[in-house]
């Protein structure tokens, strides 16, 4: 079955960075565009970045342009989420889905910027 698994999230201060992975097993994740979402406190989801199934035209939210990067390793089937200058509006969970509308998605993984 499909199974998506983040990690790497955790507490950092702010202008910190931290690197997020997705690991993920059950479908042709090569041939799959993936997604990174997040639903900050008391919020709904809210799209972060994805990207095209061969690592091409990589998109971000304004609110996250300049700061993350997203990338992916196919043969590794994994994602991956570089969050740099880490800013306090950042605090939420982090999921990577594998559709558009994020119904399939994983547990999630906390990042929580504070100082």
């Known amino acids: 079955q499909v199974q998506l698994v983040e990690s790497g999230g955790g507490l950092v201060q702010p202008g910190g960075s931290l690197r997020l992975s997705c690991a993920a097993s059950g479908f042709t994740f090569g041939a799959t565009s993936m997604y990174w979402v997040r639903q900050p406190p008391g919020k709904g989801l809210e799209w972060v970045s994805d990207?095209?199934?061969?690592?091409?035209?990589?998109r971000y939210a304004d609110s996250v342009k300049g700061r993350f990067t997203i990338s992916r390793d196919n043969a590794k089937n994994t994602l991956y989420l570089q969050m740099n200058n880490l800013k306090f509006e950042d605090t939420a969970v982090y999921y990577c889905?594998?559709?558009?509308?994020?119904?399939?998605r994983g547990q999630g993984t906390q990042v929580t910027v504070s100082s």
């Open positions: 889905a594998k559709d558009p509308i994020y119904t399939t």
């Open positions: 990207i095209r199934p061969g690592g091409t035209i990589p």
